[in-house]
C-alpha cells in the first residue's frame, strides 16, 4: 500500500489497487484503468481508495465545481449510487470512479489521469 511519504504518480496508483483481486480488467493505458471488482473486495478497494485520495467528493453535501463536473462528465459522469474520488497530483488531477452494478454484486472501476497542460 502506498504511504504518505511515497512519490505518488499514476503508475504507482494503479499497481496499488491493481493489487487487489479484481474479476475482470477491462481495459488499461499509461492514463486509465477500468476493471470491474465484486462486492466482496469493495471494502478492501475503498480503504485503499481512502489512503490515496481521503474521502470522496462524491456523494457528498456540495455539488462539484464546475470544472471537475465536466471532466468527470467527459468519462461517462457521476449519479446517485456511485463513488467519485478526486486528486491533484502536481499539475495532474487522478479520479476514480465506482460504478455499482444493478446486480448488486459488480462494480466496475475507472480510474483516470487527466494530464494537464502546463
Known amino acids: 500500500m502506498l504511504n504518505q511519504k511515497e512519490d505518488m504518480d ?3 496508483i494503479k499497481n496499488n489497487l491493481k493489487a487487489l483481486n479484481f474479476e475482470m480488467i ?3 493505458t499509461d492514463n486509465y ?3 470491474v471488482i465484486v462486492q ?4 478492501k478497494l475503498n480503504f485503499r481508495l481512502k489512503s490515496i485520495f481521503a474521502d470522496p467528493v462524491f456523494p457528498a453535501n456540495e455539488s462539484l465545481e464546475e470544472e471537475l463536473q465536466k471532466t468527470v ?3 461517462g459522469g457521476i449519479m446517485q449510487g456511485q463513488t467519485l474520488y478526486f486528486k ?3 499539475v ?3 479520479f476514480a470512479m465506482l460504478w455499482p452494478w444493478r446486480d448488486g454484486i459488480h462494480t466496475t472501476v475507472k480510474i483516470i489521469l487527466k ?3 502546463e
Open 92 to 94: 495532474n488531477n487522478v
Open 73 to 75: 462528465d467527459s468519462f
Open 40 to 43: 466482496t473486495e469493495i471494502e
Open 33 to 35: 484503468l477500468e476493471a
Open 88 to 90: 491533484n497530483i502536481g
Open 115 to 117: 494530464e494537464e497542460l
Open 10 to 12: 499514476f503508475s504507482s
Open 26 to 28: 477491462r481495459t488499461e
